[in-house]
């Protein structure tokens, strides 16, 4: 018995959130189709303009816009974003500087001591 390997596809959506992209400013005919495993590898290695342009100026998906800001998504939602930022919107906002955007810097940096503390506690544990 022969078997016929077939591609592996995926979603328009999975496809544009393993690029970083936000789906909705991504091409007509890559919202419609379906992204096989192979395409994803050419556009991670070979990204077209079209998300060339996205990647660098956006519309950016709030895991990107938070991860610019140095903030968690859900910082973003507390202060009250909620939807995709350009670049450019983005520069802007660590320009102005809001007050929520300093405390959730602050908040974040605070997660990131605490979870440094408690991997150097638990390798301790480990040695001993």
Known sequence: MKSHQTAQ????????KKLGVYLQATPAEFQEGVVSRSELNTLQTDPPE????LRRN??????VVA??????????ARGGITEALTTAQIEALKTDNPEWLQKERATQADVRKETARLKEKKRAQDEA
Do not use: C, F, N, Q
Request: hydrophobic content about 40%; proline content about 14%.
């Open 58 to 63: 956006g519309p950016h998906p709030r895991p």
């Open 67 to 76: 991860a610019k800001l140095g903030v968690s998504i859900s910082g973003l």
């Open 50 to 53: 079209w998300l060339r342009e």
């Open 9 to 16: 596809t995926m979603k328009p959506a999975t496809a544009a």
